[in-house]
């Protein structure tokens, strides 16, 4: 059974860091890409970020670039996302997703975590 | 970047009725490269259909998907309780992947 488990979330003032994290199993991680998407409680779907299965092809949304960095680890079967200098407007609910290809673009994502929530307020 | 408007915003429907949503791209994409999902409160979106008309493993055969070009659809052709929920179709681009805005789709 695939499972996607996030953690890092909290609360965290504006302007300063946070790194979460997402572990796989019950499939070949390094066969596939991983992406993160966000949602604010309420609202729709954004996408944040993805990485392809070996690291070497990202892609991140055009309000989250020189801000946020994806990584991946396939020894740890883990994913991460770097969130420096965050603002009011990236309080959402983290997701953590399996795409269905090797690239994190030209494919949906068939497997979500339950999310990471991350708040950021003064 | 390609933009997708869903529609109507808000579906109010009976069990056992068909449900028809919409999906409008801001140009052309290639149907291959569209996915639909759903989203019950509380939980994560699960993936429904990609390529625009195939079904996700263990999706049941009440829904489908069809469209080319700029316009999709997703059909739930009779509305069982556990349906009732948000739906979101996505694009599945080479250097972004968006989202529409969703169709909710509840109990009349």
């Known amino acids: 059974e695939v499972q996607l488990a996030e953690s890092g979330g909290g609360l965290v003032q504006p302007g300063r860091s946070l790194r979460l994290s997402c572990v796989a199993s019950g499939f070949i991680f390094d066969d596939y890409g991983m992406n993160w998407v966000r949602q604010v409680p309420g609202k729709g779907l954004e996408w944040v970020s993805g990485i392809n299965w070996i690291g070497d092809r990202i892609g991140y949304a055009e309000h989250v670039k020189g801000r946020f960095t994806i990584s991946r680890d396939n020894d740890k079967n883990s994913v991460y996302l770097q969130m420096n200098n965050l603002r009011p407007e990236d309080t959402a609910l983290y997701y953590c997703?399996?795409?269905?290809?090797?690239?994190?673009?030209?494919?949906?994502?068939?497997?979500w975590g339950q999310g990471t929530l991350v708040i950021v307020s003064s | 970047e390609i933009v997708l408007t869903q529609s109507p915003g808000t579906l109010s429907l009976s069990p056992g009725e068909r449900a028809t949503l919409s999906c409008r791209a801001s140009?052309?994409?290639?149907?291959?490269?569209l996915a639909w999902y759903q989203q019950k409160p509380g939980q994560a979106p699960r993936l429904l259909i990609y390529g625009a008309s195939t079904r996700a493993p263990g999706i049941p055969d009440r829904f489908s998907g069809s469209g080319s070009g700029t316009d999709f659809t997703l059909t739930i052709s009779r509305l069982e309780p556990e349906d009732f929920a948000v739906f979101y179709c996505?694009?599945?681009?080479?250097?972004?992947?968006?989202f529409g805005g969703g169709t909710k789709v509840e109990i009349k």
């Open positions: 140009q052309s994409v290639d149907s291959s490269y």
């Open positions: 997703a399996k795409g269905r290809g090797i690239h994190w673009g030209l494919a949906p994502m068939d497997h």
């Open positions: 996505q694009h599945c681009g080479s250097s972004s992947l968006t």
